[in-house]
T-cell receptor, first 115, second 113 residues
């Protein structure tokens, strides 16, 4: 399996622009998670889905952030409008029944820079 | 509010010796604990886990110990190898509440030849 795939790997954008991050989970995994890593706060959960349905979005910082999972093989995290404080590495992870769901497999991340 | 804490930002160990990475947690609802390893420009990679019904889990050179009364866990790497140099994250989950992971801020391990 190719593992969790994220695109783009790097994104540089100007403040106020819309940013869309993409994720393809491991085939057969039921759970998909979006995390953000910053120096200040470390790795923090933003939102997660089970069978394409959002379960917990309490970590989404504000209304500028939204996430969707239209099908089992694709999810997006959108920031509109973006701000410099959104600069971080965004990770997508997935987990499945074989691992008991708790063990998550991470993608390589998207490094976002908002100028 | 950081519920999982790794108080040592960095650790340096000689090759062949034991590396001990520590982690403390505050939420007594956590019942599953994991260690992840992360290289630069890559995502975290699952290393080893332990359920709260156990106090030890071993996988090759890696052993995780859990002390529930102290809300403390540790990862032992024996013997340490230069390829173990990475950032190690401790994570915890309350499985009854779902599968979200709470991460510590990581400990950067350097294994010197």
């Amino acid at each position: 399996d190719a593992g969790v795939i994220q695109s783009p790997r790097h994104e540089v954008t100007e403040m106020g622009q819309e940013v869309t991050l993409r994720c393809k989970p491991i085939s057969g995994h039921d759970y998909l998670f979006w995390y953000r890593q910053t120096m200040m706060r470390g790795l923090e959960l933003l939102i997660y889905f089970n069978n394409n349905v959002p379960i917990d979005d309490s970590g989404m910082p504000e209304d500028r952030f939204s996430a969707k999972m239209p099908n089992a093989s694709f999810s997006t995290l959108k920031i509109q409008p973006s701000e410099p404080r959104d600069s971080a590495v965004y990770f997508c992870a997935s987990s499945g029944r074989a691992q008991g769901f708790a063990e998550q497999y991470f993608g390589p991340g998207t490094r976002l820079t908002v100028t | 509010d950081q519920q999982v804490k790794q108080n040592s930002p960095s650790l340096s160990v000689q090759e062949g010796r034991i590396s001990i990475l520590n982690c403390d947690y505050t939420n007594s609802m956590f019942d599953y604990f994991l260690w992840y390893k992360k290289y630069p420009a890559e995502g975290p990679t699952f290393l080893i886990s332990i359920s709260s019904i156990k106090d030890k889990n071993e996988d090759g050179r890696f052993t995780v110990f859990l002390n529930k009364s102290a809300k403390h866990l540790s990862l032992h790497i024996v013997p340490s190898q230069p390829g173990d140099s990475a950032v190690y994250f401790c994570a915890a989950s309350a499985l009854k509440s779902g599968y979200a992971l709470n991460f510590g801020k990581g400990t950067s391990l350097l294994v010197t030849p």
